[in-house]
Structures are given as structure tokens and as C-alpha cells.
């Protein structure tokens, strides 16, 4: 199913525009020929804009670091006031704010909206936090001493950011790090400049109004040249950086080298297990959406469906129906479920994929082709595909960031287990069955070897109350719920003597 016509660029331009000016946003400040923002809907560009240099990014490092110095003596539920605002400005704005997702990274709307709220569902976590940033008091072996430990900001964080998730990724890094007394240089996609121009105006007056300091967020426009600055400044303690592996590759190392810190959030190469126990009609319409939705362009894309063989031809068979009613087109019509490519590159390297996978003996039995290149001959739009292989062959190891699915069999789940790990990634992953033995099995520590694991619900749709991120080329950094906050501070373990005397631990004795 294909709708028939997408937007204009002058509408979609048009939206941008309104969008921007509700969120604060003067885009005449912004303009210059070095930068384009453009839009995958129709593959044309929008603005121009001016990209910040490697000098701008010193500048906003230092501008970051000077408001640090007042930041990390706010009392933390202070801070948690801004971020209050700050999330009750995201609220309001949500419809702005989804217009310039859908703009630029192509998602549909429920998607783009729910991005959104997933920002306003991290604010109300980082507020909560405001006043839990537990240290712990221990038992000393000295006599009137008292041991404990206590936790402080850590100084300015360098947010680079992917263009799938424009702006939940910044808030999941921003709302933490700020109530934890972090100041916050974010350098996101060049893919999508509009939103972070967006989130940083209504952040700007979430400070004005609740009477932060100024330059606790700082933005940087523009290529690889900016974010390389902020990886390799002694002054950024903490590089939080998502993107792909091969992106990891290059920043690990070099935050490491002056050391510093990387939480890295990458590449994901994701897979469900279908066992003969599963409930098949909550398994296909689980791995549709986790394959299909955000045109495959998710770190949790289902990337490999691990069936038995027992149910593995009547999977696909209710999988091929259903991708043949997936209404592919404008993401911004309500009824469109699958919006475009990113670009030009992504449909190339899916193209690739697909040729590959033939090579290596594997059938395509849904998708692939493009579509509307009548309507948009400069957006990439496609039908989501399914592939079966009689094997894991390396493309099928590899992460092809678009609607491709693999389908692979087995016989036992020892086996199934094994196919699920022997990747070098490890972010998401689900089995789907009523034993709960096998569910129980997939879950131990010999089982799935990925950071999420997940019973019977697909690999995409993470809640923010749990950490994010995953084990092996995935980087193993955790953004968001749970404990993640520690990341973002340093811990100092303070030992208090009231005795009134000396006393050396394990006994040691250093009088005369």
C-alpha cells in the first residue's frame, strides 16, 4: 500500500518555519551557506545555515565550563527546578516539536510525537533524581571514624547525537547531566540541525525564567570538524556519543588517550527468537513495527528473526501479508506507517545488502523496491524487506541501518541462542514463546548477551526508566533510567575521624 503524493517542499519548508518560531527559534541568526537543512520527504534542502568552526566549538566549551563553576554548587534540587521547566516547555511545545522530528529525520507522526514525550518523560525522571543522588555511609574498622562516599558533578558533557532520535537522545544525556551540576556542549547530526536549534531555545528559556545560569547548554552546527573538538578538549571530562560502531572506533580511543570518558551508545544488529510455543499473532504484529517502523532506522531495528523451523513458514507468511499492508509514504499523513529513508546513502547501502544477501544464497520473499520516485525523485522511500537465509553469513552480521529483516531457523534454543550472540553487537533483544522455562533460559547469564532483553515485546520501545545501551561493539555505555546518573558525576569516598586519636587501617602501627 503507497500513498500516492507526498508534500511539497514549500509546505514542508513552510511547517519548519512555523515550527521554529513557536519554539523561540530567530532562524535569521542561524543562516550562512556552509550548512543545509534538509528534509527526507521530499530529499530537498530547506535552509541554509552557518556551520560553527573548530574555534566556536572552543568558545562554547569555555562558555560551558565558566557556567559550571556556578552550576555545581547549586543545590541539586535547584537544578531540578530548571529541568521541571524545561520539560513542562517541551509539553507545550510537543506539536512544534514533532513537525521539525518528521521534517527532518522523516518519522511518522505517533512516532515523532511520542519522541517528544519520551523528552518530557526524562525531564520528570531527572526532577525525581534532583533529590536522589544517594552516597552511601559504610562501617569503618577504626574505631570513631565514620567511612562514606559522596558524589559530585564532573564537569562539561559533550552530547554528539545521531539523527534517528534528534532530540530524545539529547534530553536522555541533558536532563541527567544537568541536574547532576553538569553544564552540556551538544553536537548534533548534521542531518538535523532544526530540532536542536529548537530544543536549545526552549532550554535557553527554561534557564531565563527559572534564573539558571546562562550557556549551560551550548549547540554546535555543522560536520564531524566541531564534534571532533569537543572529543579531544581536556576541558569535556565526559564524551557521551551515539552513532554508529564505526564512529565509536574513532571517539573511544581519543577520549580515552587524554582520559577522559566515552559512554558510547552504538550500533545494534538485533534479533528475536520465535519459539514453537509463541503466540504468533502478538509475535508478527511485534516484529512488524520493531522491523518496519522508523523505516528500519532505529539502534533497536529487529535486524534478525530467529524462528523454529516448526512455525518458521507460517511466520513468514503472516509477515509478507502484513508488510504488504504497510502504507508506505508522507510521514506526515496519519495514515502513512512508513516514511522515507534518511537519504540517498541509506538506500544504497540497503540496495547493497539486499545483492549481498542473494550472493550468500538467501530469498527475497517481500520488499525492497523503491517507491514514489515519480511523486519524489529525491526522496527514498521503500518497501520494508524480508529476506530467509539458510545461514548467518557476514552481511547478515553486519547492521544495514534500514528496513531489512532477516529470517533464520533452528532446531533447538541452545542453538537459537547461539545464532542470537554470534554478532558483534549486542543492544536489543526479545524471544517470543508461553514456556517459561525458555523465557527464563534466554534471560540467564548464559543466554542473550545484550544490555536489553526482552520476553514476548519486540526489540524497539525502550522505557526511560531503564538504562539504555548494550554489551560488545555496542559499546557498553547505559543513558537514562536507573543508575545511569553515576556516568555523569564523580565519586569521592570521604573518611571523617572524631577520635581524637590516630588509628591506621588494617592494623598498621606507625608509632614510637
Not at 199 to 213: I, K, M, N, S
Not at 380 to 406: G, K, N, S, W
Request: charged share 20%; with cysteine; hydrophobic share 45%.
Amino acid at each position: 500500500m503507497v500513498t500516492a503524493a507526498v508534500s511539497s517542499t514549500d509546505d514542508v519548508r513552510a511547517r519548519a518555519e512555523a515550527a521554529l518560531a513557536g519554539c523561540g527559534v530567530e532562524l535569521a541568526a542561524f543562516k550562512g551557506d556552509t550548512l543545509t537543512a534538509r528534509t527526507p520527504i521530499t530529499g530537498a534542502g530547506l535552509f541554509g545555515l552557518r556551520a560553527d568552526t573548530p574555534a566556536d566549538a572552543d568558545r562554547a566549551v569555555e562558555a560551558a565550563h565558566t557556567a559550571f563553576l556556578t552550576w555545581r554548587t547549586t543545590p541539586a534540587p535547584v537544578r531540578g527546578a530548571l529541568v521541571k521547566r524545561l520539560g513542562e516547555l517541551l509539553a507545550e511545545h510537543r506539536e512544534q516539536l514533532a513537525d521539525l522530528v518528521t521534517v527532518e529525520a522523516g518519522k511518522i507522526r505517533s512516532e515523532a510525537l511520542g519522541e517528544v514525550q519520551e523528552m518530557v518523560d526524562i525531564c520528570d525522571f531527572a526532577v525525581g533524581l534532583s533529590r536522589q543522588l544517594y552516597g552511601r555511609t559504610m562501617p569503618s574498622e577504626r574505631p570513631g571514624h565514620r567511612l562514606m562516599e559522596t558524589w559530585h558533578p564532573l564537569g562539561v558533557v559533550g552530547v554528539i547525537t545521531a539523527f534517528n532520535f534528534p532530540v530524545a537522545v539529547w534530553a536522555w544525556n541533558t536532563a541527567v547531566a544537568l541536574v547532576c551540576g553538569d553544564t552540556v556542549v551538544w553536537k548534533p547530526s548534521e542531518l538535523t540541525p532544526l530540532t536542536a536549534l529548537a530544543c536549545t531555545a526552549l532550554l535557553d528559556r527554561a534557564a531565563a525564567e527559572t534564573g539558571a545560569p546562562a550557556h549551560l547548554n551550548q549547540v554546535l552546527l555543522g560536520a564531524a570538524e566541531a564534534g571532533e573538538r569537543l572529543v579531544d578538549s581536556p576541558r569535556v571530562p565526559l564524551v557521551s556519543a551515539t552513532g554508529s560502531t564505526r564512529m565509536g572506533r574513532t571517539v573511544g580511543p581519543r577520549v580515552a588517550a587524554r582520559f577522559g570518558r566515552a559512554l558510547l551508545e552504538l550500533g545494534g544488529n538485533n534479533a528475536a527468537v520465535v519459539t514453537p510455543s509463541a503466540d504468533l499473532d502478538l509475535t508478527v504484529n511485534a516484529a512488524v513495527f520493531a522491523a518496519a517502523g522508523t523505516a528500519g532506522q532505529r539502534c533497536t531495528t529487529l535486524r534478525r528473526l530467529i524462528v523454529h523451523e516448526d512455525v518458521a513458514d507460517t511466520v513468514v507468511e503472516r509477515l509478507v501479508r502484513a508488510y504488504g499492508r504497510l502504507p508506505i509514504g508522507d510521514p506526515f499523513r496519519d495514515t502513512t506507517l512508513v516514511g522515507p529513508l534518511v537519504n540517498q546513502a541509506s538506500h544504497t547501502r540497503m540496495q547493497a545488502a539486499l545483492d549481498r544477501a542473494a550472493a550468500d544464497g538467501g530469498t527475497l520473499v517481500a520488499g525492497g523496491e523503491r517507491q514514489l520516485a515519480e511523486a519524489a525523485p529525491d526522496a527514498y522511500y521503500v518497501r520494508p524487506a524480508i529476506v530467509r537465509m539458510p545461514a548467518q553469513t557476514d552481511v547478515v552480521r553486519e547492521e544495514t541501518f534500514a528496513p531489512l529483516l532477516y529470517v533464520l531457523t533452528y532446531r533447538d534454543l541452545d542453538e537459537a541462542i547461539r545464532l542470537h550472540n554470534d554478532v558483534p553487537q549486542g543492544l536489543s533483544s526479545g524471544i517470543f514463546t508461553n514456556d517459561q522455562r525458555e523465557a527464563e533460559r534466554f534471560l540467564a547469564a548464559d543466554g542473550a548477551d545484550c544490555g536489553i532483553v526482552n520476553v514476548n515485546i519486540g526489540t524497539s520501545g525502550a522505557e526511560i526508566g531503564g538504562a539504555f545501551g548494550g554489551e560488545k561493539e555496542t559499546g557498553g555505555g547505559r543513558e537514562s533510567g536507573s543508575d545511569a546518573w553515576r556516568a555523569y558525576m564523580r565519586r569521592a569516598t570521604n573518611t571523617v575521624n572524631y577520635s581524637g586519636r590516630v588509628t591506621l587501617a588494617q592494623g598498621v602501627n606507625f608509632s614510637r
